[in-house]
């Protein structure tokens, strides 16, 4: 993690005799995709698509015609050489709420067609199918401004994450595209209830943090991302394991029955509150159990509130580093551009970039807030003292060179912009100079 070995199992608890995760059934994968261009298409259109846009070596196994008066047009098995699992398409007419929730969510024109993919992320790597199913899609049909994963209810735009895959075979989509992290409270103000979902789509179970104060929600959601990032790239830690997020920092991972019994009434994600055929999930708690007669499991409310108040380093998998620094390092030239715009136009913003010090076998990424940036290096001040490197000081003054950074960060008018939203870091500073 962070380019570091880290044993970050270690002391499980027998919770029971032969205790293990449940086995998680793989979910599907669900994509709609208006169709936007002449229509309705042909099976064999479809088919063509992938091949002559895309440039993929697809087999259609058949095809059946939807009922009369169904709204199916028809259904269809497809295969794709590098997806492990076909791929069930059918096309459908589009309701008039359908329509209004894509033109209003999403920018989509008026359609009469959606075209519906569906199928499991089932390969040795199953980021690299996410991706090439995206890539597909946004290659055979260029005309479509958004596709709609139905399973998240989550619209993947076409400018802000298709086209930088599109434009780039070396990057990968955000392993967070995958699922997403949701909040539940009883009231407003009152604690939270956050746990991830599509996880199941990766064959893991899912994430979750209890009784989370309000003001820890952002601070949870984030950290509840790269818990997830970390444990598909390397599985879960076994039940009642500790697991490290930083230097001397832990949770400890339980199942749900180890702690719903003690969550007081009023909390959220009672047994009542979740879905009978939900998949299985980890809840992650303080390290150590409290209570002198009958000890339980506590909120992990210190770490999260360290997380939020304190300079802290949180360990990130391996794949979401390489990714980060790879978008970080290919958008140097925009960030110089706009670190420049902001300059000439005096406005007030902090730009930092995240470096890598310290030996191979001991790395830390810090931030530095950049004062000057001319040509392929900058020259800034360390944002906080190191916590794994000795001898580095908040305040320091260090030279990064382009090579070196695996992330960059605008703070514009108390908005955050990073290398994933540069298209909107655009826009935004862009509308500074706008008469």
Not at 129 to 151: C, F, K, Q, Y
Not at 364 to 374: A, D, F, G, K
Request: glycine share 6%; hydrophobic share 40%; net charge negative.
């Amino acid at each position: 993690m962070m380019e570091d070995t880290f044993d970050q199992f270690g002391n499980a608890l027998p919770l029971g005799d032969g205790d293990a995760w449940p086995v998680v059934e793989r979910a599907p994968v669900s994509m709609a995709v208006p169709w936007t261009e002449p229509g309705p298409p042909a099976p064999e259109t479809i088919a063509d698509d992938m091949r002559t846009r895309a440039g993929r070596k697809v087999e259609l196994h058949g095809a059946e015609v939807g009922p009369e008066d169904s709204g199916l047009l028809w259904s269809a098995v497809f295969t794709i050489e590098g997806l492990a699992a076909p791929i069930f398409v059918w096309l459908e007419e589009t309701d008039t709420p359908a329509a209004q929730h894509a033109a209003e969510a999403a920018g989509v024109p008026e359609h009469q067609w959606t075209m519906v993919w569906q199928t499991r992320l089932e390969g040795k790597d199953a980021v690299m199918e996410w991706g090439m199913v995206l890539r597909t899609i946004g290659w055979s049909w260029p005309g479509t401004p958004a596709v709609h994963d139905l399973e998240l209810s989550r619209w993947i735009m076409r400018e802000d994450v298709l086209e930088p895959l599109l434009a780039d075979q070396q990057l990968e989509p955000a392993i967070e595209s995958l699922w997403w992290v949701s909040a539940s409270q009883r009231m407003q103000d009152a604690p939270a209830w956050l746990k991830t979902n599509g996880m199941n789509r990766l064959g893991l179970p899912e994430l979750e943090f209890l009784e989370v104060p309000v003001s820890l929600v952002p601070t949870t959601a984030h950290l509840l991302d790269e818990l997830a990032a970390r444990i598909v790239e390397d599985g879960p830690p076994p039940p009642g394991t500790r697991m490290a997020i930083g230097p001397e920092m832990e949770l400890r991972a339980v199942p749900p029955r180890e702690v719903l019994h003690v969550l007081p009434p009023e909390m959220p994600g009672q047994l009542d509150d979740r879905e009978p055929d939900a998949p299985p999930s980890i809840v992650f708690t303080g390290p150590e159990k409290i209570g002198a007669t009958r000890a339980t499991w506590p909120p992990a409310t210190n770490i999260l509130q360290r997380l939020a108040e304190e300079p802290c380093v949180v360990y990130r998998s391996t794949r979401t580093t390489k990714r980060r620094s790879h978008l970080a390092q290919q958008s140097w030239d925009d960030l110089g551009m706009i670190h420049a715009k902001l300059k000439r136009l005096g406005v007030e913003a902090l730009v930092a970039v995240k470096a890598v010090f310290g030996p191979e076998a001991s790395r830390e990424h810090c931030w530095v807030r950049i004062s000057t940036l001319q040509g392929n290096s900058v020259t800034g001040v360390l944002d906080a003292d190191t916590r794994i490197v000795p001898g580095l000081k908040a305040g320091d003054t260090h030279q990064v060179n382009r090579e070196e950074i695996s992330d960059w960060c605008v703070v514009l008018d108390q908005n955050r912009f990073d290398p994933e939203s540069l298209p909107a870091l655009w826009r935004a500073v862009d509308a500074l100079s706008a008469p």
